[in-house]
């Protein structure tokens, strides 16, 4: 990190000024050191050029679980064969699509921006650090955020650094080298770490729909852009109001590995923008719709060929037709007068971990992740018995398939890895599990059952149901987190010849304590 620039930084817990201590320097930037709050004594890393400017509290719940899920994701691609093939096919086009729909909206975006040397940007969400850089080439001084410190990490300013680089929480073998150099701050976008008025341009590309608080993070880039700058929401995906969320999100592979992704209406961005900026413009792109939206345009015999076009560009008033269509959107404003509030102060009893707690050395890291990922959790909003059928993500982290019914029960089969969380009743010191079994021809199904990071025992299917019961872990923090391992799956086309070619883990129909 750049020196300099601690004259802006605040401390994420009080938001009182930080005084940098340098413990060691590579040419004009920081690469070892701490920076230290006066107000509140709370002391914050620089580690391998990157400031931890984080204060972890529950509000990161969202956060942790994408961190926890892409660790997950690169360990089972590396050492556990990778995914169903049904699902990665279908993540392949996914993603090739999204792709070159979200370069198209950077484009579009940048194109009317105007930037020097004089002008300093605030990139959140900044992931491996692309855009930054790409924003830094026009000589801008930019500061990339993000919450994941295995991606500010990956960054390279110098060439001739080896190509693995000691001490990140995941082996960073293929680092990316700029030629821009941009400060790092690991930082949560709902307390950004910057005092009031910092930026010129605060820009967020294809993050901000990940949060459950929008307005709060639109607020808190509002307060740190100077009054005519430029607040830019880049490449997020909006809803028809008339379509349920689920609609847009099925079979997308992000979603299923436990990402948060989510489609809000339009209008999750435009009001919150207009209350803090002034003309606000929706920019929209592959507007569709889903079967109820479809309906309600056919009964008032609107064409949506004709009412819709893709690029148009909408000013606040006229971007209220899109709580009619799904499309992925910029939206931007121009910062008012007016200024926003800085989040409250969190007390010490808030935080749930320090923010070098998530860059761990070693095998620790999934196991940290997973503890301070129940932190995070409400014990109180989580049932003491699960039928997968019946509830949604808040229980099912990740690894479900659609509820399916049949003569025997109601239902979710499993992918490979299927996690759910439930509250702990501590009067009960066993989990049942009622599975159902692969068809005959398929085989038995076998696997494990891990609680809390611990293993509680196998199973294995002969029958076409079974409850198997396992003993629940002896520490606990009110939250029992089961996850079921499959040592197989099965494909129904290849055993039923009936053209269904998903690759199956075992049916769960109730998990409960006893």
Not at 40 to 49: L, N, S
Not at 303 to 332: C, I, M, W, Y
């Amino acid at each position: 990190m750049k020196p300099e620039l601690t004259q802006h930084m605040r401390c994420p817990r009080c938001f009182g000024a930080l005084e940098l201590e340098v413990g060691a320097l590579r040419g004009e930037t920081v690469q070892a050191g701490c920076l230290l709050c006066g107000a509140c004594g709370a002391r914050y890393p620089v580690e391998m050029g990157v400031a931890f400017l984080a204060a972890i509290d529950r509000t990161w719940k969202p956060m942790i679980g994408e961190v926890l899920s892409r660790v997950e994701i690169t360990e089972r691609v590396i050492s556990d064969g990778g995914f169903e093939k049904d699902r990665e096919q279908a993540a392949d086009q996914y993603h090739e699509a999204a792709s070159s729909v979200m370069s198209d909206l950077f484009d579009d975006a940048v194109r009317d921006v105007r930037l020097d040397s004089s002008s300093m940007v605030l990139d959140l969400g900044a992931g491996l650090g692309e855009t930054a850089s790409a924003i830094a080439d026009t000589g801008a001084e930019v500061v990339a955020c993000d919450v994941e410190v295995s991606h500010l990490l990956a960054a390279n300013f110098w060439a001739e650094d080896p190509v693995y680089v000691e001490g990140c929480s995941l082996p960073i073998r293929n680092p990316v080298v700029y030629g821009s150099y941009f400060t790092r701050v690991m930082a949560d976008i709902h307390r950004i770490p910057f005092a009031d008025a910092t930026f010129d341009v605060a820009f967020c590309r294809s993050t901000i729909h990940h949060l459950d608080d929008v307005a709060q993070a639109i607020r808190e880039m509002a307060r740190v852009t100077r009054p005519g700058g430029r607040v830019l929401l880049v490449s997020e995906p909006v809803r028809s109001r008339l379509d349920p969320e689920i609609e847009y999100l099925r079979g997308i592979f992000d979603y299923e590995e436990g990402l948060n992704e989510r489609t809000w209406p339009i209008t999750t961005y435009t009001l919150a923008m207009r209350r803090y900026c002034r003309g606000v413009e929706v920019r929209y792109f592959q507007p569709s719709g889903r079967e109820r939206t479809r309906r309600m345009l056919a009964a008032l015999r609107v064409d949506p060929q004709k009412h819709f076009h893709d690029g148009e560009t909408l000013g606040f008033g006229r971007s209220f037709k899109l709580l009619v269509s799904g499309a992925s959107v910029n939206v931007s404003g121009t910062r008012k007068k007016r200024s926003p509030r800085k989040p409250r102060r969190l007390s010490e009893k808030e935080i749930v971990a320090s923010p070098e707690e998530l860059w761990i050395r070693g095998k620790e890291m999934e196991e940290r992740l997973r503890a301070v990922y129940r932190s995070c959790l409400k014990a109180r909003s989580l049932p003491v018995a699960v039928e997968p059928a019946e509830v949604g993500r808040d229980v099912l982290s990740k690894g479900w398939r659609e509820p399916e019914r049949s003569p025997v029960a109601s239902f979710r089969y499993t992918h490979k890895t299927a996690r759910c969380y439930m509250r702990d009743d501590s009067a009960k010191g066993m989990v049942t599990i009622r599975m159902l079994g692969y068809p005959p021809p398929a085989g038995e199904a076998g696997g494990s059952v891990l609680m809390n990071g611990i293993e509680a025992g196998r199973f294995l299917l002969k029958a076409s149901d079974s409850n198997t019961s396992f003993p629940k872990p002896h520490a606990g923090d009110g939250i029992l987190e089961i996850e079921i391992r499959n040592d197989s799956t099965f494909i129904p086309d290849e055993v039923l010849g009936n053209g269904d070619v998903r690759e199956l883990g075992v049916g769960v129909v109730r998990i409960w304590q006893e």
